[in-house]
């Protein structure tokens, strides 16, 4: 590592390779990428690793830690646009214009590996199976930024709060850590710009989920308990017609207490004369 916390890159020896590179990449090949990744940058807590209307240089792929990417809308408002872990690019939002649309801040103390796309231009043309996966990348963001329009179109808040603890654990499953059990890294403010809610929907939201049974909830730690009902909702299924995991008291029906009968007592002569 030198002084300004940059450290020499072997992409072969990541964590996240199966997520950043494309499978069936000879050694070769490998060579080559990890020539062009000039350095791992470190990014602080609340940093700007690029700004809206910098200019277009590198890509990014992050080794650790997690982002948001930010805009400013018409009506003047902070919208975040995405939240981009490990393993994947930042950055290609620049490509067709030469300048970035939007800021990336890192959530937490983060890594990238910063590869210059003057470089990795001529590289994916050299090599067919990167350019597939650069292609299949360019997809993902496409469908990513399709995802957050339709956040903001005519779904219900509870739907689109399902729709993103789910995909978020599938995420962090696909990364080799729990899918059912993890920790909210962005701020609720955050999640509220990005699903199109107020802070106070997002923090309702999360208290009926944790009401109904179907999370745990401490702090920022989320436990998905019921993924059924989760999807259910997701899939646009009213919140009132999923049976919560939460069971009902069965009502206790109160008994009137029978007073108790005077006994009958036979006098010993009328016994005996019987």
Not at 135 to 160: C, K, P, T
Not at 193 to 214: D, H
Request: charged fraction near 20%; hydrophobic fraction near 40%; charge should be positive.
């Amino acid at each position: 590592m030198d002084n300004h916390g940059q450290q020499s890159v072997k992409c072969s020896h990541c964590a996240f390779k199966a997520l950043c590179l494309p499978s069936g990449l000879d050694d070769a090949s490998m060579e080559q990428l990890n020539s062009i990744i000039v350095r791992r940058r470190r990014v602080a807590k609340d940093e700007q690793l690029y700004r809206a209307g910098q200019a277009f240089g590198s890509m990014y792929a992050v080794h650790f830690g997690e982002f948001k990417t930010t805009q400013v809308n018409r009506r003047g408002a902070l919208q975040v646009t995405g939240f981009l872990m490990a393993g994947e690019l930042l950055g290609m939002d620049a490509i067709a214009t030469g300048a970035h649309a939007c800021d990336a801040v890192a959530l937490e103390d983060s890594e990238v590996c910063e590869i210059p796309y003057s470089q990795l231009g001529p590289l994916i043309g050299r090599i067919p199976v990167l350019m597939q996966h650069f292609h299949r990348l360019m997809s993902q963001e496409i469908l990513r930024e399709q995802s957050v329009m339709l956040f903001l179109g005519n779904i219900r808040a509870d739907q689109r709060m399902a729709m993103f603890l789910l995909s978020l654990g599938k995420r962090y499953a696909a990364r080799g850590f729990s899918g059912s059990r993890y920790q909210l890294r962005m701020s609720r403010e955050d999640i509220g710009a990005y699903l199109g809610l107020t802070i106070e929907s997002v923090s309702r939201l999360l208290v009926k989920f944790r009401n109904n049974g179907w999370i745990k909830l401490q702090q920022r730690e989320v436990e998905l308990l019921d993924r059924t009902s989760l999807e259910a909702l997701a899939a646009g299924v009213e919140a009132d017609d999923i049976e919560t995991s939460t069971p009902a008291r069965t009502p206790v029906r109160k008994v009137k207490p029978i007073a108790p009968q005077p006994s009958r007592v036979i006098p010993i002569h009328a016994a005996v004369a019987a």
